[in-house]
């Protein structure tokens, strides 16, 4: 079994910038690929960003890109997503995945469909104010 835990939310200005973290813990072997989402109030869930399980190949939801960066600390089970430049439009609960499948072929596509990812972390509140 794998948990997930993030960390990191809070309230910023508009401009500001955040550090989300997502530590992983139970089977920490091999592979994962990592995602985060987020869900606004009365909308879907959006894919934010994920880094692929077999090298450090970064994908990004267009609402973000140029702005948000994943990326991971193996030794530390971790998974980081650095926020710069937030808009209030940013506000959501951000949530972590982990994709245990180790695909042989992936792409934007792939990890960007929340359904590929088997574990979830509870989520973490992140409020943009103008």
């Known amino acids: 079994q794998v948990q997930l835990v993030e960390s990191g939310g809070g309230l910023v200005q508009a401009g500001g910038s955040l550090r989300l973290s997502c530590v992983r813990s139970?089977?920490?072997?091999?592979?994962?690929?990592m995602g985060w989402f987020r869900q606004a109030p009365g909308k879907e869930r959006e894919f934010v960003a994920a880094?692929?399980?077999?090298?450090?190949?970064?994908y990004y939801g267009d609402s973000v890109k140029g702005r948000f960066t994943i990326s991971r600390d193996n030794a530390k089970n971790t998974v980081y997503l650095q926020m710069n430049s937030l808009k209030p439009e940013d506000t959501a609960v951000y949530y972590c995945?982990?994709?245990?499948?180790?695909?042989?072929?992936?792409?934007?596509?792939?990890?960007?469909?929340?359904?590929?990812?088997?574990?979830w972390g509870q989520g973490t509140q992140v409020t943009v104010s103008s």
């Open positions: 880094i692929a399980w077999s090298a450090d190949i970064t």
């Open positions: 139970g089977r920490t072997f091999g592979g994962f690929g």
């Open positions: 995945a982990a994709d245990s499948t180790r695909p042989t072929t992936y792409g934007r596509t792939y990890y960007s469909t929340p359904t590929r990812y088997d574990y």
